[in-house]
């Protein structure tokens, strides 16, 4: 079956760094473009980023943008999220997510995704 595990999530300092990864089986990777989104206590969860299923398109939310690269390797199945120059305001359970599309349509719209990972907690705090 489908199945999206992340991996990666910590605690850090402010300004400091972490690579998120996104795991995946049951399906060919290569075929579907895949996000990220994340979600802080009573708050919606947000997407921030997606990449193409070919790694040739990315696209980012604005208060992400510079600060996170998504990539993904596929011939290892894994998709990865590097995030630098962490804020507090960073701090959130993030979920990888597979697209229902080979491209990212409509990206930050967590209805055009149709599995998704468990989550991972990134904590940014002093």
């Known amino acids: 079956q489908v199945q999206l595990v992340e991996s990666g999530g910590g605690l850090v300092q402010p300004g400091g760094s972490l690579r998120l990864s996104c795991a995946a089986s049951?399906?060919?990777?290569?075929?579907?473009?895949i996000g990220w989104f994340r979600q802080a206590p009573g708050t919606e969860r947000e997407g921030i980023t997606c990449i193409s299923s070919s790694g040739g398109s990315t696209l980012y939310t604005d208060s992400v943008k510079g600060r996170f690269t998504i990539s993904r390797d596929n011939a290892k199945n894994t998709v990865y999220l590097q995030m630098n120059s962490l804020k507090p305001e960073d701090t959130a359970v993030y979920y990888c997510?597979?697209?229902?599309?080979?491209?990212?349509?409509?990206?930050?719209?967590?209805?055009?995704?149709?599995?998704w990972g468990q989550g991972t907690q990134v904590t940014v705090s002093s």
């Open positions: 997510a597979r697209h229902s599309y080979r491209l990212c349509r409509r990206f930050y719209s967590d209805k055009e995704y149709n599995y």
């Open positions: 049951g399906f060919t990777l290569a075929g579907y473009a």
